[in-house]
């Protein structure tokens, strides 16, 4: 695999996603920000390429739906010849008021965004590494996945799938593909601004670290699974969390 590689992060305008794009930058990587906010990609594309010198382009791309998926996929192979690395990120879960109030538009966009977008990109570069020799896929989770509240309860269906997913793809495009998951606790993002004092308070007590996270310490975990020290990691789950998985 070439030094300088082609990287797809879905979910890459803001957060996590944000971040990560980020740091492949910093590294040399050539780097495709995909998410439904076509200006808000090619803003950060371009913000990439002017401070870290590197080829980066803005894709909009609602993951949930097959079509765009493969027309990102398709966009990427044409423009830069290859795909070496995809990281899922894109995800979403709305509040709802009850789970009898969850409707079924919700459940399927929820299911769609976190999971199904998911598994074509994975097939679609996950086939097309292996038949390049090799390349790494993460997928990123959350801590509800195997920590279900009722609160987000369709999002952590969504993400338990996810966590399979990483463990059937890395079955099927052994032994040259890695695809592993991130599985990240309460993470300050752009999202937690919306957090109350009162949930503020709670996290930190419930979490063994006492804190919540900070999207870096998520992207540290993506960068090592992605690089070459991560060549024996495969079909694995790291939790970044701060013990939230084993707390009561």
Partial sequence: MNDHRVVIVTGGSRGIGREACRAFAARGDAVVVASRKADACTALAAELTAEFGTPALGVGTHVGRWADCDALADRVLDGFGRIDVLVNNAGMSPLYDSLTGVTEELFDKVVAVNLRGAFRLGTRCGEH???????????????????PDPGELPYAMAKAGLNTLTVGLARAYAPSVRVNTVMPG???T????????????????????????????????????TGPDAGYTTGATIKVDGGTAWST
């Fill in 190 to 225: 752009d999202i937690a601004e919306h957090w109350t004092e009162e949930m503020r308070a709670r996290l930190a007590d419930e979490i063994p670290a006492g804190r919540v996270g900070e999207a870096p310490e998520v992207v540290g975990a993506i960068m090592y699974l």
């Fill in 129 to 147: 590494m292996a038949a390049r020799g090799g390349g790494a896929i993460v997928n990123v989770s959350s801590i509800a996945a195997v920590r």
């Fill in 186 to 188: 309460p993470i300050r």
